[in-house]
Nanobody
């Protein structure tokens, strides 16, 4: 299973970015997705998560600025980020919890990360 992220980049404060993460490989069911971020010298933290049924949760710092969504037909998760702040600067990683076969084999998979830089 491979997760490939895209959409990172550099923006000014107040700007927007949309991250995408596509899963490919041996996928039977995708149970949940998550976006995490890690800034230099800090621990990785949850940004947003969504189940295959569409239930979402967000880190407290998001405060309505970000939205996570999925396209189950494409095995892709998105993170729309608006009103970006310099403190949102980090490497953003996607995570997928999935089964790779009907027997329940699978686990958690991570993308390689995409850099988001917000300048003031």
């Amino acid at each position: 299973v491979q997760l490939v992220e895209s959409g990172g980049g550099s923006v000014q404060a107040g700007g927007s970015l949309r991250l995408s993460c596509a899963a490919s490989g041996s996928i039977f069911t995708l149970n949940a997705w998550g976006w995490y971020r890690q800034a230099p010298g800090k621990q990785r933290e949850l940004v947003a998560a969504i189940t295959s049924g569409g239930r979402t949760s967000y880190g407290d710092f998001v405060k309505g600025r970000f939205a996570i969504s999925i396209d189950n037909s494409k095995n892709t998760v998105y993170l729309q980020m608006n009103s970006l702040k310099p403190e949102d600067t980090a490497v953003y990683f996607c995570n997928a919890a999935l089964y790779s076969d009907p027997l329940g084999d699978g686990g958690d998979y991570w993308g390689q990360g995409t850099q988001v830089t917000v300048s003031s």
